[in-house]
């Protein structure tokens, strides 16, 4: 069962962050025939969302990396629920591997941008982004954190591959400085940080997020589990309003072809058939919603 956990350190002035998502990495793989490097690259960036969302009340957090390599464009969405989607725009992609790790940061690219959109379901939408350090994600959502929502923040994510491309692990963990850490917590926690064995290797090794974390706080709490699983949001209404999205001359090149449109979703893959019928209601639709 993939999850991720909220816990504290008794007397230590941290929040602490840990999740497993194998199963969820696995679903996706299979789901979209994800790449070895694109399983670890989407895979990571799954395991960074759901470790953002793990206190979320409400809404859902959506994580874009954008950063020219091969693979374009990766999306990651979790929610207050545990329900967890991503996709990447080119997932068949293959890279030479250099020494044992799948090279991630170059299928990413550095190039661009990491992006959080934060919808809690209010009026208003909060995003903001960083430039990429490494397009290895941890890296890159690490930054984000310290410098553009000024959380000092130390994150590790990990996808393993095995040599048939099926998910042996996957997951990782967020710790983030309160202001009240003093210096000696935390040159304590740089220095443990420093001889933790990657990531990959503890969760192949069995080790579950409460084990990982208490790696590094022997006296961590564990304030809230929460399970995850992969689940798209799609439905028919929202392909229809994409479809009207796309303005009156779109709908009508559509009815011009005289054939009903398909649209695979690309997080599930989906699909979607509006009939002929259907397009030309939501055409008629959308002009007499301009007229008012
Ligand atoms: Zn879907």
């Given at each position: ?269 989906k699909k979607y058939i509006i009939s002929l019928e259907r ?14």
């Open positions: 069962m993939a999850y991720v956990i909220r816990a504290i350190p008794v007397n230590k002035n941290f929040r602490t962050f840990a999740v497993e998502c194998r199963d969820v990495v696995e679903e996706v793989r299979k789901l979209q025939g994800l790449s070895p490097v694109a399983s670890a690259a989407l895979g990571r960036a799954l395991a960074g969302v759901a470790l953002l969302s793990a206190d979320l009340k409400t809404g859902k957090i959506l994580l874009q990396i954008s950063g020219g390599g091969p693979l374009g464009e990766i999306l990651a969405e979790g929610d207050y629920q545990g329900n967890l989607r991503g996709t990447v725009r080119n997932p068949d992609v293959y890279l030479k591997i250099k020494g044992k790790k799948l090279p991630v940061g170059e299928a990413v690219g550095k190039n661009g941008f990491i992006s959080v959109v934060k919808d809690l379901g209010l009026k208003e939408i909060y995003q903001s982004s960083t430039k990429l350090v490494s397009g290895e994600i941890a890296e890159d959502l690490a930054y984000y954190l310290t410098v553009s929502e000024q959380i000092p923040s130390a994150v590790s994510l990990g996808v393993l591959v095995g040599t048939d491309g099926k998910i042996l692990a996957a997951g990782g963990f967020l710790i983030q400085k309160l202001p009240e850490a003093k210096d000696e917590e935390i040159a304590e926690l740089e220095e443990k940080l420093r001889n933790l064995p990657p990531i990959t290797t503890l969760l192949s090794q069995g080790k579950g997020p409460e084990e990982v974390l208490a790696m590094l706080f022997p006296d961590i709490k564990i304030l809230e589990k929460r399970e995850l699983r992969y689940k798209c949001t799609c439905n028919e209404e929202r392909v229809e309003s994409m479809l009207v999205a796309l303005g009156e001359k779109e709908l009508e090149d559509f009815i011009k072809k005289k054939e009903p449109i398909e649209v695979i979703c690309h997080f599930c893959r397009v030309k209601e939501l055409l008629k639709e959308l002009k007499t919603k301009k007229k008012r």
